[in-house]
């Protein structure tokens, strides 16, 4: 039978990327919010594409991820889940659309996953949302966890600063991430804490765990496609590496495009009809 998993043997499914951290193959992720971007990523091998509340900032220009709405979120997650063929697609969950009540978290849960055929949402927080984390497993919808810097709470944090740097902190991430791992999470996102600590909390889980600004000793890896393309010059944070300068290919490619439709160089013989 050809359904969805059946004729998919590789498929990336929420068991695959446990298995990996098993087998210690490290864990590829990236943003997208788009069909065209979705299906270059995909083709390109990446293990997991999140549609991350980061669409708030590069897509809608948005300061930080709070303004994105549930619909909006849909919206992108359906681009990008036609474009998908082979790599897990993760939806985030908006600010304000499980942090109410774990009903109405698994409401939008549920919307999500019928409205956009994503694999599964991530959440962030510990311990206050373990319980909402657990309903929504519960009914069959797998759960990503986001620990650290948690964007959705930066007004509650007041800066982009690494977070856990101090012991407490750390203390408390690291039973936060048992506590996710216990209400079935099946991986964890480790945003902007120290290596050390991440390592720490790698090692003490059997999920994997994803880090951006966590170090090399996380179970996988996620960037901003935005950042990594270079598509970006205005962020600059140690923890992005750019793999492209799609800035500067964009303005040439553009400039040039200009120049010959100004110098009437643009369409030629061979780009019109007769
Ligand atoms: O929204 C996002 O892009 C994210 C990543 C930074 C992990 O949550």
Redesign the pocket.
């Given at each position: 039978m050809s359904t969805q998993l059946g004729n998919a043997a590789k498929k990336i499914t929420t068991r695959t990327v446990v298995d990996m951290k098993q087998n210690g193959e490290k864990i590829s992720?990236l943003?997208a919010y788009d069909f065209t971007m979705a299906r270059l990523i995909d083709q390109a091998g990446v293990d997991v594409i999140?549609?991350?509340?980061?669409?708030?900032?590069?897509m809608a220009g948005h300061e930080t991820?709070l303004p994105i709405t549930l619909d909006q979120m849909i919206y992108h997650t359906q681009c990008v889940v036609r474009a998908v063929e082979r790599a897990l697609v993760v939806a985030?969950m908006p600010f304000m659309a499980y942090q109410v009540t774990s009903k109405e978290a698994l409401i939008n849960a549920g919307r999500i996953m019928k409205e956009t055929g994503a694999h599964c949402v991530?959440l962030?927080g510990g311990r206050h949302i373990a319980d909402t984390v657990k309903k929504i497993v519960d009914a069959g919808i797998p759960v990503m966890g986001?620990l650290g810097l948690t964007?959705q709470s930066i007004y509650k944090f007041g800066t982009y600063k690494v977070r856990a740097k101090e012991e407490e902190e750390a203390r408390e991430l690291i039973e936060d991430a048992k506590l996710l791992e216990e209400a079935g999470c099946f991986a964890v996102?480790l945003?902007k804490i120290p290596s050390k600590l991440a390592k720490q909390v790698t090692e003490s889980l059997h999920i994997p765990t994803?880090g951006?600004g966590a170090g090399v000793h996380c179970d996988g890896q996620?960037?901003?496609m935005h950042d990594m393309l270079g598509l970006n010059r205005e962020f600059n944070p140690r923890f992005v590496r750019r793999y492209a300068d799609l800035h500067t290919v964009i303005d040439e490619a553009v400039g040039a495009y200009v120049k010959d439709v100004k110098d009437k160089k643009f369409p030629g013989p061979q780009e019109q009809y007769d």
């Open positions: 992720m943003t999140l549609v991350g509340d980061s669409a708030a900032n590069v991820t985030d991530k962030e986001h964007p996102v945003e994803i951006i996620v960037l901003v």
